[in-house]
């Protein structure tokens, strides 16, 4: 059981290219978040979906995109990448009811994160 | 909007003593859940424990256990017997019920354990 699998884990990307951080749980779960992670910030939401189908901004949703693509896949794409987006990413998962807990009770289920550095 | 503050950027802990860490929060809400996370230098971020505000009883998790405090809204974590093992990032974090709700995090404490 893989849980939630992030790639790449690390990537260096020049001020103004693309690219797309991929995200995939297999645990079956309704909803995935995309974090970010910078030093004395602690994790701050991207986006966000509820649900297959729905997307929705977060707390710093500028200069990303996201596709939820299927239940099992969430990937985030920065159009034209900014020094300021230099971070640790983290894509997390969970359902609405997880293994030995009650209704609505479901801890975060994370990846192991991706080290972007934008030069 | 909830937040979630931690005021302790790094602790200290000698090796089989006791820590505590410090979360204060603040929210409007009655009903919603506490976590405690443990980032190690690996990145991965693991769940140390929770605890639900209709709860009185503070949880507990082998060496783990919160002191929550509704009314201040303060929930702090206490490590017993402390382990090299146990250093770490540590995130406090706040989420409402509701099936689709969003976790907020503080800043992050970072523990060190000494010999």
């Known amino acids: 059981n893989a849980g939630v699998t992030q790639t790449p884990k690390f990537q260096v990307l020049k001020t103004g290219q693309s690219m797309t951080l991929q995200c995939a749980q297999d645990?079956?779960?309704?909803?995935m978040y995309w974090y970010r992670q910078d030093p004395g910030m602690g994790l701050r939401l991207i986006y966000y979906?509820?649900?297959?189908?729905?997307?929705d901004k977060g707390e710093v949703p500028n200069g990303y995109n996201v596709s939820r693509l299927n239940k099992r896949e969430f990937s985030l794409r920065l159009e034209s990448a900014a020094p300021s987006q230099t971070s640790v990413y983290f894509c997390?998962?969970?359902?609405?009811?997880?293994?030995?807990?009650?209704?609505?009770?479901?801890?975060?289920?994370f990846g192991n994160g991706t080290r972007l550095t934008v030069t | 909007a909830q937040t979630v503050t931690q005021s302790q950027p790094e602790m200290s802990v000698q090796e089989a003593e006791t820590v505590t860490l410090s979360c204060t929060y603040d929210?409007?809400?009655?009903?919603?859940?506490l976590f405690w996370y443990k980032q190690p230098p690996s990145r991965q971020m693991i769940l140390v424990i929770r605890?639900?505000?209709?709860?009185?009883q503070n949880a507990t998790e082998n060496r783990f256990s919160v002191n929550f405090q509704k009314a201040a809204k303060s929930f702090s974590l206490k490590i017993s017997d402390s382990q090299l093992g146990d250093a770490a990032m540590y995130f406090c974090?706040?989420?409402?019920?509701?099936?689709?709700?969003?976790?907020?995090f503080g800043t992050g404490t970072r523990l060190q354990v000494t010999l």
């Open positions: 997390a998962s969970k359902s609405y009811r997880d293994r030995g807990l009650v209704w609505g009770d479901s801890p975060l289920h």
């Open positions: 645990m079956n779960h309704n909803s």
């Open positions: 979906s509820a649900s297959e189908g729905t997307t």
């Open positions: 929210t409007s809400e009655s009903d919603y859940y």
């Open positions: 605890q639900e505000a209709y709860k009185q």
């Open positions: 974090a706040y989420r409402n019920t509701g099936t689709a709700s969003k976790l907020t």
